[in-house]
């Protein structure tokens, strides 16, 4: 499995450096769409008429983070060391990202794909194609730009959508 996650890192890393356009969309996904995600999911979760409904939906997306990126992601980075590809292949990565931190799962991937699933399941469908859509190029420019193997966003995406599932199944018969 890891040789072909090498493969598929080696197709989208060898891109770098052949167009500074592209470098620079894989530099702004990477790092900074991140906090438009997080301005739009804002307004959706204070956009509800109701008090207890922004209050349910500010409750509803901090667990489900808390679950995916606190708790799952942490654990799993806990047992489980794996070192991000610019330590491995020994090479400067597009943004700044320590070595001594572990790429498996993904933090960003399990974050932002949370936070889409969350949107999702509050019934803002469309909102959640564009966060997914998002989350996807995000994980992509992470490979992109050296930081992460493609299993480590693959993976952040399964925490992110097992989270969301989870407190789904706990939270939804308790909303009124």
């Known amino acids: 499995m890891f040789s072909l996650d090498e493969k598929i890192f080696n197709f989208i890393h060898q891109?770098?450096?052949?167009?500074?356009?592209?470098?620079?969309?894989?530099?702004?996904?990477?790092?900074?769409?991140?906090?438009?995600?997080?301005?739009?999911?804002?307004?959706?979760?204070?956009?509800?008429?109701?008090?207890?409904?922004?209050?349910?939906?500010?409750?509803?997306?901090?667990?489900?983070?808390l679950l995916s990126n606190g708790i799952i992601t942490q654990t799993i980075r806990f047992f489980f060391f794996r070192e991000r590809p610019f330590a491995v292949l020994n090479f400067a990565p597009l943004i700044e990202k320590s070595s001594f931190e572990a790429a498996l799962p993904s933090g960003h991937a399990s974050f932002f794909f949370a936070l889409a699933f969350a949107i999702f399941y509050l019934g803002e469908k469309r909102w959640s194609l564009v966060f997914l859509a998002i989350s996807l190029l995000m994980g992509i420019a992470r490979v992109y730009v050296g930081v992460h193997w493609p299993l480590d966003i693959v993976s952040g995406m399964l925490v992110a959508f097992v989270s969301a599932f989870i407190v789904k199944l706990l939270l939804e018969p308790r909303k009124q």
């Open 15 to 65: 891109l770098v450096g052949k167009s500074r356009l592209l470098d620079l969309l894989a530099i702004f996904f990477a790092d900074y769409s991140g906090y438009i995600l997080i301005l739009i999911a804002l307004v959706i979760i204070f956009s509800a008429k109701k008090y207890k409904d922004r209050i349910y939906n500010l409750a509803f997306i901090s667990l489900i983070l």
